[in-house]
């Protein structure tokens, strides 16, 4: 789904000195079609800082994501649009083994096979919101370029080819029956570069030599399924490749500029700030996430500004006050307070000043067929002990539950979905509407959290949590603490509790799900008697009053 390699600098705030010195020249400025809402917020990072996270998102905590386009088709995992392009790897041998070569199928053709046949968006959002969502979220676009809803500034759209279905209507629908504030995700700032493996040709074999169907044209279309349709639009290569692309087969790619990627054109940005304009005006979305450092086509062009302070604006009058909520990775101390954070497959390792978010997924972003041949899912264990972590530290949750080509879950998600649900069920009051404690937790875990790498991805890095590993939330007077285990002896020792001049004399303990339990504070901590039994599975909440 997103980009594995960075270049320091490119994230920082107020960087027109860099920029001149790195492309020397002013912040290219763009031009929009449509009308850019006035208001309190102006497309500069300055303004920006105005931002205010609403109540609602910070109550919410946990929501779900429908990663889902094109490239989930083929069923054989994340990035296929690029993969299948990069000679030798497992999607490219794939592809010719399912499809033929791609100088013959491109991806372009993978897209006129997808059909999203049993796609039902009111059935998910609702299995969502059962699960315990607070707001859903879907993919408008991804690196592939192809928009998923009906855009008049993109041809290579799902009204018009593959499906022939406006997905995000169809989901932004589904989500306002079942009373869940919807969103969307925006990848197509990359298209420029992570697309260039396209214009490439195998180096050996039988067809070496001869280009894959990036290079193809309108003109090329005659006679052929896509007759009218340019695959330049969608494949955006009629420029020069990067620096050293065709030295580069990994899956990292070029993301920004100034480490000899090619920078986009000014019609480029254009199209992307008409294509997002249109998306937010178009669908009313309350929520955006940008795949992007800071905000998309960052430092190169203002297209990210203008598309901010108008998502801003619009919440404003639309509501009356801002209740929008948008993100970017890699943000830096100015940035946060322009737009909330979001730390990819990772979350951090303390309580953050202000509410961020972690968008991590139960397998692999585009769905892939064999993580439920081998069982391979998170567990909703698993994504329990994520949500409750995150939570303790002023985070949400966003979860993607990959869809097949054809529109459905499989069966092991469905499990995971579940399983999730049952858990929020009784311990939801520990999560919606809560805040951080003076301390998130407890208990070894925490010694052997591995650091953030650049965007995330430190997920998974620690120790395994266990009964000795404690999560606090707070609501009002009450403290939650969230047991990642269920101890031995049937008896929790919550150190952070200990009798002490500085401590809150407890008063009550009670287990959700459960009764008041026996309990003394001592010294060593707040020990509480358990009943025989667990009651539920994966973590067990203790509601605590008097502590605060």
Excluded at 494 to 514: E, H, T
Aim: glycine letters at 10%.
């Amino acid at each position: 789904m997103k980009r594995r390699t960075l270049i320091k600098g490119l994230a920082t705030g107020a960087s027109s000195l860099y920029l001149s010195k790195l492309f020397g020249s002013s912040l290219l400025q763009t031009n929009v079609n449509a009308d850019i809402v006035s208001g309190p917020f102006k497309p500069t990072w300055n303004s920006l800082t105005q931002y205010q996270v609403p109540e609602w998102f910070r109550d919410a905590k946990f929501g779900i994501w429908a990663h889902w386009g094109p490239q989930c088709q083929p069923e054989r995992g994340d990035w296929y649009a690029r993969g299948m392009y990069q000679e030798g790897s497992d999607q490219y041998k794939y592809h010719i083994e399912k499809y033929g070569h791609p100088s013959k199928f491109g991806f372009k053709d993978v897209i006129n096979e997808w059909k999203a046949e049993n796609w039902d968006p009111n059935a998910l959002v609702g299995l969502y919101k059962q699960a315990g969502a607070k707001y859903f979220m879907a993919l408008a676009n991804h690196h592939d370029n192809f928009d998923l809803y009906d855009s008049k500034y993109q041809s290579w759209n799902s009204t018009k080819l593959g499906p022939k279905k406006d997905l995000v209507g169809g989901w932004a629908k589904a989500a306002k029956e079942h009373g869940l504030p919807f969103g969307v995700t925006v990848h197509a700032s990359h298209p420029w570069t992570w697309y260039e493996v396209a214009q490439r040709a195998d180096k050996t074999g039988p067809y070496a030599g001869i280009p894959y169907d990036g290079k193809l044209t309108k003109a090329d279309g005659a006679g052929k399924w896509w007759n009218g349709y340019d695959p330049q639009e969608l494949y955006a290569q009629n420029h020069a490749l990067s620096k050293d692309s065709l030295d580069d087969n990994s899956m990292g790619g070029h993301w920004d500029w100034g480490n000899g990627a090619s920078v986009p054109s000014k019609a480029y940005c254009d199209k992307f700030l008409n294509r997002t304009i249109e998306l937010i005006d178009k669908y009313g979305p309350e929520l955006i996430y940008f795949d992007d450092t800071a905000l998309p086509l960052w430092p190169v062009s203002d297209a990210g500004l203008k598309i901010a302070a108008h998502m801003y604006n619009t919440s404003i009058k639309k509501h009356g006050k801002l209740q929008a909520a948008l993100f970017g990775k890699v943000l830096d101390e100015q940035q946060r307070k322009c737009m909330i954070w979001d730390i990819e497959r990772g979350q951090s390792n303390q309580i953050e000043p202000l509410p961020w978010q972690t968008d991590t997924c139960i397998g692999s972003w585009h769905y892939d067929r064999r993580i439920f041949d081998n069982k391979g899912y998170k567990s909703a264990k698993t994504v329990v002990h994520t949500l409750v972590d995150i939570v303790s530290k002023n985070g949400n949750l966003l979860l993607n539950i990959p869809l097949r080509g054809d529109g459905t879950i499989d069966s092991e998600e469905r499990t995971v979905v579940e399983g999730i649900g049952a858990w929020m069920q009784t311990n939801n009051e520990a999560i919606y509407g809560t805040r951080p404690w003076k301390v998130f937790g407890e208990g070894p875990a925490i010694e052997t959290a591995a650091p953030i790498n650049a965007q995330g991805f430190n997920e998974g890095k620690g120790k395994p949590f266990g009964a000795e590993d404690i999560r606090f939330t707070t609501k009002g007077k009450t403290l939650y603490a969230i047991m990642l285990g269920w101890p031995q002896e049937n008896e929790a020792l919550i150190k952070k509790l200990a009798a002490s001049d500085q401590a809150g004399k407890v008063s009550q303990v009670s287990l959700l799900g459960n009764d008041k339990l026996n309990f003394q504070q001592t010294a060593a901590g707040l020990k509480v008697q358990l009943p025989q039994q667990a009651p539920g599975k994966d973590a067990f909440v203790l509601k605590i009053e008097g502590a605060i």
